[in-house]
């Protein structure tokens, strides 16, 4: 998204310039990310694959959020299974 902030400037920024800020917020939230290729779309749905003690693998429905930085996709829902991601 685009902000517009106004700082001081010691002289090193020039119009035209660009810079990555990061913004941190007042409280902190834990949300769980994935890498977006782990999220499977099918059937109008979402799905991920995860780990069984068996050495198998289980599908769960879950419920993509907003793509992040890095190919990431954050989960919204169905992570409450007490699976470590």
């Not at 902000?3 to 119009?15: D, F, S, T």
């Not at 190919?71 to 991601?85: A, P, R, T």
Request: glycine share 10%; no cysteine; aromatic share 8%.
């Amino acid at each position: 998204m685009k902000v517009r902030i106004e700082v001081r400037n010691p002289g090193l920024m020039r119009p035209g310039m660009f810079v990555t800020a990061t913004f941190h917020g007042q409280k902190k939230e834990k949300r769980i990310a994935v890498p977006s290729t782990a999220i499977l779309h099918l059937h109008d749905r979402d799905w991920v694959y995860i780990p069984t003690k068996d050495k198998k693998f289980r599908r769960i429905e879950v419920r993509g959020g907003d793509m992040l930085p890095g190919s990431m996709q954050e989960v919204l829902s169905g992570s409450s299974l007490g699976i470590k991601w």
